[in-house]
């Protein structure tokens, strides 16, 4: 018997929403940027910088002006928004350095995210999605730390913190075994073009593989953090700057190259309108080694003011968030996890420790209030706390500082000495807090601290 033609459209119509929402569960697509400069995306306000395809994500989606990461490193940056916790909770407080023994004898290799901490790929997974990360992990090089044993069906990337944007090999030698790329588990092959470049096809391959389940895809970029590498024609787009300001914008160029064939790669599948999709970075751009800006914002990567710790964010979903748009409320990276567990369709309710929200209520103006009125961060004895507007920056060799950063959000004007009450309020909520956090599993040397503080005043001076 044939089919009226009305009743096979409606029958083909109803197959292709199945294949496209994946059962009514929301594929996730997380892009993670490492080391890059507030102020160096077009989207941010850049005029040296080319990201034309994230300026198309932040014009299609929302723009987030106060996203914060919970370290001002990358290492604990990333614990806290896998596990949706502030990562000091459960001790992973500094970076995970390979090659080096920390004060209680923990040698690099055995610094990772504790096996107890559940990650978003865990929570995904319960939830029916494929999940992979392509990139760079830096939780951990000892094989019980694997990505593939952390809730990620697949990796292709490195275990490592950084390393060479080109293939290892007889004219550029490895020199640590966590920067080789690895298939999976213990599968160890060199690429053979640009790396940024492959991560992006890598993604592209598994959407090819998964369109017909729900996935979770964590791109994780080692761009644009050192070392300094780009490809000549990436070189020849940039015009008007020199040096390390030149060889980042070409390789930001490659990286933005790199997101546009995964976000086209969404559409040519069929499979925008049911993607969530959210581009941030790990940590403030570290003016001191690869030329990033973090304006207007005081401070780089490693230390707790601004400039440290905001970070660019974006988040897409159409037909769920509406385009073009800003939320100018506090936001963390430690949100992602609620953010994503729920819009899967899972509960984070009886997530114990759990200190991130679910966003999608306040974006989708159904929930009243702002995400968090207050945030910390801590290292060692370095803090920092947000409250409304006021935050203080406690340092460990001088009197901590007070700011309003709505009115001064390149914290230029301390106003410790004009409201004490503050400094006292805010000083005892930092304590009240630390209280609450388990000792460090690994603590550093302190020439890393004495680092961050050369590079807080050097660019104070440079401002």
Known sequence: MKLPRQVFLFFASFAMLCNCWGQDKPNIVFILSDDAGYADFGFQG???????????????????????????????????LLTGKYQQKFGFEENNVPGLMSKNGITGDDMGLPLDQKTMADYLKEQGYKTAIFGKWHQGNADRFHPTKRGFDEFYGFRGGARSYMPYGTDNELKRDEDRLERGFGDFKEHDGYLTDELAEEANSFMDRNQKNPFFIYLAFNAVHTPMEAIEEDLKKVKGLTGKRKTLAAMAIAMDRACGKVLDHIKELGLEKNTLIIFTNDNGGPSDSNESLNDPLSGTKANHLEGGIRVPFLMSWPGILKSNTVYENPV???????????????????VEGLDGVDLL?????????????????KKENRGAVRHNDWKLVRFPDRPAELYNIKEDISEVNDLASAHPEKVRELYKMLFDWELTLE?????LERRFEGKAATRMDTYRKHK
Do not use: M
């Open 361 to 377: 209520p306040y974006l989708k103006e159904k929930k009243a209030g702002i995400p968090h009125t207050t945030l910390y961060w």
């Open 439 to 443: 000792r460090p599993l690994w603590e």
């Open 332 to 350: 963390s990276t430690l949100d992602l996890l609620p953010t994503f567990v729920t819009a899967a369709g899972g509960d984070v309710s009886n």
């Open 46 to 80: 850049s005029k040296d910088f080319q990201t034309p395809e994230l300026d198309k994500l932040a014009k299609n989606g929302v723009r987030f002006t106060q996203a914060y990461v919970s370290a001002a490193v990358c290492g604990p940056s990333r614990a806290g």
